[in-house]
Every structure is written in C-alpha cells, then in structure tokens.
C-alpha cells in the first residue's frame, strides 16, 4: 500500500525588503513520503523569495514534468520555474525551453559542492538561469521549525533571510552561484 502525503498548513507573513513585497499567504502544503521536513521547509523559503499572487507550488517531488514551485500568467505561460536540489541537465535545459525564468535553490552543501563543480560549465550556456545556494546561518535547522499547523515570518533583506515561528529563528544565506543574464 502507498504511503499518502502529509498535508500542512502555513500562514507565511512576508516581509521582502529587496522587492517591497509584504504579504501575508495561507498555504497548504503536501509533503510527499520521501520529502525531508528541510526539503519541504526549503521549499516555504523559495516560495517567499517569490512570492506572488500567482505563484503556487505544484504536484512535486513525484512529478517530472512541472518543478516544485511555478508562477504562471494569465495564459497560462510559466513565467517562473523554482526547482530545488540538484536537477540534471536534460530538466534544467527543459525548464529553460518553458518559462521566461528559471531558479535553482541548492540547499546541501555536502551535495550541492559536487554538483555545482560538475554542472557549472554546462549550466553556464543557460540565459534564464540562476543558480542560488541556500546556507543556513544559525545554530536552529531549518526542519526544526516544520509542524503541521505553522505561523512563519519571513523577513528578506539582501542576501539575508529570516525564518521565524515560535519554535524559533533560522537565518539564511543567498549566494548566487549563477545569474541569469540581464540580472
């Protein structure tokens, strides 16, 4: 028998200094069987650097054809594309092909280091691509804060970005590994 995904409800409050975006999103989210409770936190993060009234997170990890987080117009174009992790090339090149923008949040350095150093030159040919890393400054992981009902606040300035609930505080680092072009 397979195993259902979890779902969880998060009211995010964004406060994104970089893009003077500050809303509040009620968000249900499904976490697959095989999805860390750090996956699916990074995935709450990605979804606040981009955070729009369109932008949804879609049917996930089990689905090859859509990434982990899109926004898409009116007709429904992709306008952007976030995938998580470590894609490979034939995904990424697919996702390029599809929205105006693409965005790649590595979040595990002892994995994402290899990666990087093996893709970067391949990845380098890619306009609509940015590839950011996601480092975790403080002492509190980023899956201590997951529960099934969460209050987050998301606070964005620079490359910063605070995670708070009253389970605690993460803060975050963007580097930017690749930029797309015109960026």
Same mark, same amino acid.
């Given at each position: 028998?397979?195993?259902? @995904?979890?779902? &969880?409800?998060?009211?995010? =409050? ?5 893009? /003077?975006?500050?809303? $509040? /999103? @009620? %968000?249900? &989210?499904? =976490?697959? !069987? ?15 650097? /981009?955070?729009?009234? *369109?932008?949804?997170?879609? *049917? ?13 117009? +009116?007709?429904? /174009? ?5 995938? %998580?992790? =470590? !894609? ?19 979040? =595990? !350095? ?18 609509? %691509? ?5 480092? $975790?400054?403080?002492?509190?992981? +980023? ?19 605070? +995670?708070? @609930?009253? *389970?605690?505080?993460?803060?975050? *680092?963007?580097?930017? +590994?690749? @930029?797309?072009?015109?960026?």
């Amino acid at each position: 028998m397979a195993m259902k @995904s979890t779902v &969880l409800k998060a009211e995010l =409050q964004i406060s994104d200094m970089n893009r /003077h975006y500050y809303e $509040t /999103h @009620s %968000l249900t &989210l499904a =976490q697959h !069987p095989s999805e860390t409770e750090e996956r699916m936190m990074v995935r709450v993060v990605a979804f606040a650097l /981009h955070a729009s009234e *369109r932008l949804a997170f879609t *049917r996930g990890i089990s689905t090859e054809d859509e990434p982990d987080i899109w926004d898409k117009d +009116l007709t429904d /174009h992709i306008t952007v594309w976030v995938d %998580l992790g =470590q !894609p490979d090339d034939k995904r990424i090149r697919k996702a390029c092909g599809r929205a105006d923008a693409v965005f790649i949040y590595t979040y =595990q !350095p002892r994995n994402a280091g290899p990666w990087w150093a093996k893709s970067e030159e391949t990845l380098a040919r890619f306009d609509k %691509l940015s590839v950011l890393s996601l480092e $975790t400054v403080s002492a509190t992981a +980023l899956a201590d804060l997951c529960d099934r009902n969460m209050a987050l606040t998301c606070t964005i300035q620079d490359d910063a970005i605070y +995670l708070t @609930s009253d *389970r605690g505080e993460v803060e975050l *680092r963007v580097v930017a +590994l690749k @930029s797309a072009a015109g960026v």
